[in-house]
């Protein structure tokens, strides 16, 4: 028997939504504040996959200045009626405060719920029709006779109530595109709480309701109950969990949680969730969360279960009885060429990507114009890709002559504004040096340091190697065969969701990429001729 090993997309793709058209299969994932808005992957045998779209594009979809960190867009659904795709996603506002609990205080928080659909995946993708602002993790479910309903988990903000209130459900009438009838509660969670994630599925006059609970940490889980009626009651399948990692915080698969299902053409069900991977002994995934696959069956008593029926996630697991299907598409070489921006890299939160960079201001480089702060929640030239290996070496050559101290160009290693390494050229007192500035999430204060001082002139190299929790910059001058050191051992460990202070949210992953910084309000750019990732981790 063929086996593949999860997780199946690698680094920052959580919250997976999975739908087959025919012989398709298209898996959506959050984006948060990074633009544009949703990923969705193509697979033709639930094991190779390539990015097809991102469908939020325009500022009338998202536009994400002044979302705080690990906001913005959360948990789409994907799904299929009428000949057209639908997506249905949250775009995060506001956070709010919490405490540890979770349940005492008021916790204001803003979540609107969007609705856009396209007659094809890579299309264009139509204008957004609000839904609501109840809660988060939307998804629309539907019927066999025709009606579709909007399910998504319900916030509540009052004193002393619990802040997850259940699943509700309302019709969507897609002809007139808008919500129409009374909101339904319909399931209001098992004790492990945090009940998210809704997904309906009908299987032999039964509605399955899929749903993720326990946090999306080490207690995360997926957990099913059914009826005969789609607004309820519900029942709780009899084994509690249908997938969890039940609580473990190493391994090679933990966090195992928020899922859905896809069922071939054979009958066959297949479920995607999202894990992580810690380092060993630190208890953090700087990867973030990712999406892996698991075979499931239906039992004898109509109820899932995974092949084992332990509820454990499995690393290397059967391949799917489908015809392998790789994509031969070529691999970015890291070089740029006007058009547009190469599919690896994304940037943050504006939908004004012409005022952060531009690729054909200079022919064969990206430009990156001077903007905020590093860590702006609003305009930031800062283009990155995911890390997608605990190993790596990322290099950049720039040219960049900043007028003074105001003005920054480099290479950084990004989680959050709170969190990040960042090898950069500045001006100080007059000379052209190379600095380190990093972010730290034990005290929310930065950290900066001179490297190397009177720069030569011309471009300059920067590398940045990690292997697992460590990482080292280095530097040299464009044509010279030697690299310098940029810095000492950094912990690269706190690009993780789990080096955080309480109550702030992380649910990302880490970035490496290139940034530009002119506080001045002056923009002045930094080119760079080539952004290459070699991920070293072994097969």
């Given amino acids: 028997m063929t086996h593949f090993r999860n997780p199946i997309l690698r680094g920052f793709n959580p919250d997976p939504s999975i739908l087959r058209v025919d012989e398709d299969i298209y898996l959506a994932t959050s984006t948060f504040e990074w633009f544009p808005g949703v990923q969705i ?11 097809a779209a991102r469908p939020l594009t325009r500022a009338s979809q998202l536009d994400m200045r002044g979302d705080p960190d690990s906001c913005g867009v ?40 969007y609705l856009v659909s396209a007659d094809r995946i890579d299309g264009a993708w139509s204008d957004p029709v609000y839904l609501n602002s109840s809660g988060f993790d939307p998804a629309l479910f539907h019927d066999d006779d025709g009606r579709s309903w909007l399910l998504n988990m319900l916030w509540d903000h009052r004193p002393n109530k619990p802040r997850f ?17 009374e909101r339904h509660p319909i399931f209001t969670g098992t004790d492990r709480g945090f009940t998210e994630g809704p997904h309906v599925y009908k299987r032999d006059g039964w509605y399955h309701l899929l749903v993720a609970e326990g946090g999306t940490s080490w207690g995360h889980a997926v957990v099913m109950a059914r009826s005969r009626n789609l607004l309820g009651p519900y029942e709780v399948h009899p084994d509690g969990a249908v997938l969890t990692s039940h609580g ?18 054979d009958g066959t069900p297949w479920l995607v969730y999202l894990c992580g991977r810690p380092l060993p002994d630190l208890e ?36 799917p009885d489908l015809p392998a299907a790789p994509w031969n598409e070529p691999v970015w070489n890291g070089d740029f060429t006007p058009g547009e921006l190469p599919q690896d890299l994304q940037w943050l939160r504006s939908p004004e990507p012409e005022k952060l960079f531009s690729l054909s201001a200079r022919p064969g480089f990206l430009r990156l114009y001077g903007r905020e702060t590093v860590g702006s929640l609003f305009s930031q030239a800062l283009v990155a890709r995911r890390q997608q290996h605990f190993r790596y070496t990322a290099t950049t050559r720039l040219e960049f002559d900043p007028i003074d101290y105001q003005q920054a160009a480099g290479l950084i290693c990004y989680y959050n504004s709170t969190k990040f ?18 972010a730290w999430p034990d005290d929310r204060r930065f950290r900066m340091s001179i490297v190397a001082t009177d720069l030569p002139d011309g471009p300059i190299e920067l590398k940045a190697e990690l292997i697992m929790a460590e990482l080292r910059f280095h530097w ?41 910084q002119d506080v001045a309000g002056l923009g002045t750019p930094a080119d760079f001729a080539f952004f290459r990732y070699e991920g070293l981790d072994p097969d």
């Fill in 41 to 51: 992957h193509h697979s033709r045998d639930l094991v190779n996959w390539r990015l």
């Fill in 74 to 113: 959360w948990a789409p659904d994907l799904s299929y009626a009428d000949g057209r795709f639908w997506l249905v996603y949250t775009d995060v506002k506001r956070f709010g405060q919490s405490t540890l609990d979770g349940s005492t205080g008021v916790t204001l928080r803003d979540f609107h719920n």
């Fill in 165 to 181: 209130a259940g699943i509700v459900a309302q019709e969507f009438d897609r002809a007139q595109g808008a919500l129409v009838g």
């Fill in 248 to 265: 473990r915080r190493d391994g090679p698969l933990a966090r195992a949680g928020h899922g859905d299902l896809v069922e071939l053409a």
């Fill in 284 to 319: 953090r995934c700087p990867l973030g969360r990712e999406t892996a696959l698991q075979p499931m069956r239906w039992g004898e008593d109509g109820w899932l279960r995974t092949m084992a029926g332990d509820a454990e996630p499995d690393l290397s697991p059967p391949r």
């Fill in 421 to 438: 390494h960042y090898l950069h050229i500045s001006r100080d007192e007059g000379r052209r040096v190379l600095q380190l500035m990093s």
């Fill in 476 to 516: 040299r001058a464009a044509g010279d065969d030697a690299w310098q050191d940029g810095s000492d051992i950094l912990d690269a460990s706190i690009l993780s969701d789990e080096a955080s202070l309480p109550g702030l949210p992380n649910f990302t992953g880490a970035f490496v990429g290139v940034a530009c």
